[in-house]
T-cell receptor, first 112, second 115 residues
Framework: GESVGLHLPTLSVQEGDNSIINCAYS??????FIWYKQESGKGPQFIID?????DKRQGQRVTVLLNKTVKHLSLQIAATQPGDSAVYFC???????????FGTGTRLLVSP | DSGVTQTPKHLITATGQRVTLRCSPR?????VYWYQQSLDQGLQFLIQ???????AKGNILERFSAQQFPDLHSELNLSSLELGDSALYFC??????????????FGEGSRLTVL
């Protein structure tokens, strides 16, 4: 069945460190993956996406890695800042299902 | 600001009642999605409309219904409310018909509390 899970519910880092948020998915037919950031009291905000024909994609301070062999997705945030403190969700889409399946989220806490 | 507007931001009501949540998508976006987020839970997809027609359905209860109007705004109707319906309800929009073809733009949500 479809399921998207996260290894760690809370990740605490120091300002300036690199953060890595992990996500496991079980649907091998998923062909599109997205990371969203949700700050307290706000709606999720798109960070970066990646298609299954890629294994890495970089954005501004963020990198998403996709390992289809072990069905694992990660979000790397470079030089983490206090403003990065939020809940991060990964989501997967199997084009046949026409819907995004979201994980339960990882809370990132950044200490100054 | 995502450009997606949701009203009301907060709503408190009693069990058995009915409420309507409203969403205005980003200008030009044809797709509207509704998600439910319970405390410490992920986002559960409820339903999607594209240009006025139902496009995809998720785990939406029979007590819930939605529609998208000709001006593209959407309403989510929740009836016979139960305590477990208390949650954040998010609306999102996109310019695409499918969810696998681009980012979704989320509103700030409507927080429903059922007492």
């Amino acid at each position: 069945g479809e399921s998207v899970g996260l290894h760690l519910p809370t990740l605490s880092v120091q300002e300036g460190d690199n953060s890595i948020i992990n996500c496991a998915y079980s649907n091998s037919a998923s062909d599109y993956f997205i990371w969203y950031k949700q700050e307290s009291g706000k709606g999720p905000q798109f960070i970066i996406d990646i298609r299954s024909n890629m294994d890495k994609r970089q954005g501004q301070r963020v990198t998403v890695l996709l390992n289809k062999t072990v069905k694992h997705l990660s979000l790397q945030i470079a030089a983490t800042q206090p403003g990065d403190s939020a809940v991060y969700f990964c989501a997967e889409n199997n084009r046949g299902f026409q819907k995004l399946v979201f994980g339960t989220g990882t809370r990132l806490l950044v200490s100054p | 600001d995502s450009g997606v507007t949701q009203t009301p931001k907060h709503l408190i009501t009693a069990t058995g009642q009915r409420v309507t949540l409203r969403c205005s998508p980003r200008s030009g976006d044809l797709s509207v999605y509704w998600y439910q987020q319970s405390l410490d839970q992920g986002l559960q997809f409820l339903i999607q409309y594209y240009n006025g027609e139902e496009r995809a359905k998720g785990n939406i209860l029979e007590r819930f219904s939605a529609q998208q109007f000709p001006d593209l705004h959407s309403e989510l109707n929740l009836s016979s409310l139960e305590l477990g319906d208390s949650a954040l309800y998010f609306c999102a929009s996109s310019g695409q018909a499918g969810q696998g073809t681009g980012e979704l733009f989320f509103g700030e949500g409507s927080r429903l509390t059922v007492l």
